[in-house]
C-alpha cells in the first residue's frame, strides 16, 4: 500500500534556530497535508498543497510541495518555544476523499 | 469551522470489560468517519472506516469484532472496544472531512484508553 516516509524522527532545536522535516513517497501523491499535534493533544490541520512545485506560506512556516509531487517539505524559520510538537504530513490514498495516509511524524523539541 | 466531538477524552476499564467512544459531527453531517489509534510516540494508524447506514470498512489487521464500529446516523460514530485487554490501551481518534477532495480534515478531541 502506498506509504510516505518522513525524516527526521526526532529534531532539537535552539530557540531562534531554523527547522525542516520533509516527506517523501514513492508515488505521485494528489495533494499532502500537514497537522501539527501538541502533546496530549489532536493533530490540528495547518495546510494543504495540490499543485505540483507549490509553495505556501503561513507567518514562519514555508509548505512546498515537490515538482513530481512525490515530497514535501515543512519549514520553520526562526524557532519559538510555541513551535514544540509533532507534525505530520498526510497524503490521501486517492482521490475519492479517503482516509489519510500519516507519516510517522517528527516531533520538535525547543529549547530557550 | 466544523467540529467533532468526541468523548470521552480519558477511560480506565478493567481488562475483559467493553468501552465506547462517541463521535458526532456538531454543525455538519458527516457521511464518512475514519477511527484512527495512535500507540505513544507513533503515528497515527487507520482502523476503520465508516459510512452511514452501511458496514465500516476495516484495515488490514483490525480485529472487526473487537472494535465494534456504528455509524447509525450522519452525526454520529462509534467505536466500542469490546472485551479489552492492556495492549488496547491507545489514544484512539476520529476523523471526518468536508469536501469532495479531502480538503480538509477535522479530528475529534481523541480518547485516551488505559485498560489495567
Known amino acids: 500500500g502506498q506509504q510516505v516516509m518522513q525524516i527526521p524522527q526526532y529534531q532539537h532545536v535552539q530557540e531562534g534556530e531554523d527547522f525542516t522535516t520533509y516527506c517523501n513517497s514513492s508515488?505521485?501523491?494528489?495533494?499532502i497535508q500537514w497537522y501539527k499535534q501538541r502533546p496530549g493533544g489532536h493533530p490540528v490541520f495547518l495546510i494543504q498543497l495540490v499543485k505540483s512545485g507549490e509553495v505556501k506560506k503561513q507567518k514562519r512556516l514555508t509548505f512546498q510541495f515537490g515538482e513530481a509531487k512525490k515530497n514535501s517539505s515543512l519549514h520553520i524559520t526562526a524557532t519559538q518555544t510555541t513551535d514544540v510538537g509533532t507534525y505530520f504530513c498526510a497524503a490521501t490514498a486517492n482521490q475519492a476523499g479517503t482516509a489519510l495516509i500519516f507519516g510517522k511524524g517528527t516531533t520538535l523539541s525547543v529549547s530557550s | 469551522g466544523a467540529v467533532v466531538s468526541q468523548h470521552p477524552s480519558r477511560v480506565i476499564c478493567k481488562s475483559g470489560t467493553s468501552v465506547k467512544i462517541e463521535c458526532r459531527s456538531l454543525?455538519?453531517?458527516?457521511?464518512?468517519m475514519f477511527w484512527y489509534r495512535q500507540f505513544p510516540k507513533q503515528s497515527l494508524m487507520l482502523m476503520a472506516t465508516?459510512?452511514?447506514?452501511?458496514?465500516?470498512?476495516?484495515e488490514q489487521g483490525v480485529e472487526k469484532d473487537k472494535f465494534l464500529i456504528n455509524h447509525a446516523s450522519l452525526t454520529l460514530s462509534t467505536l466500542t472496544v469490546t472485551s479489552a485487554h492492556p495492549e488496547d490501551s491507545s489514544f484512539y481518534i476520529c476523523?471526518?472531512?468536508?469536501?469532495?477532495?479531502?480538503?480538509?480534515?477535522?479530528f475529534g478531541q481523541g480518547t485516551r484508553l488505559t485498560v489495567v
Open positions: 476523523k471526518t472531512s468536508v469536501g469532495l477532495m479531502n480538503t480538509e480534515a477535522f
Open positions: 465508516s459510512n452511514e447506514g452501511s458496514k465500516a470498512t476495516y
Open positions: 454543525d455538519f453531517q458527516a457521511t464518512t
Open positions: 508515488t505521485t501523491l494528489s495533494n
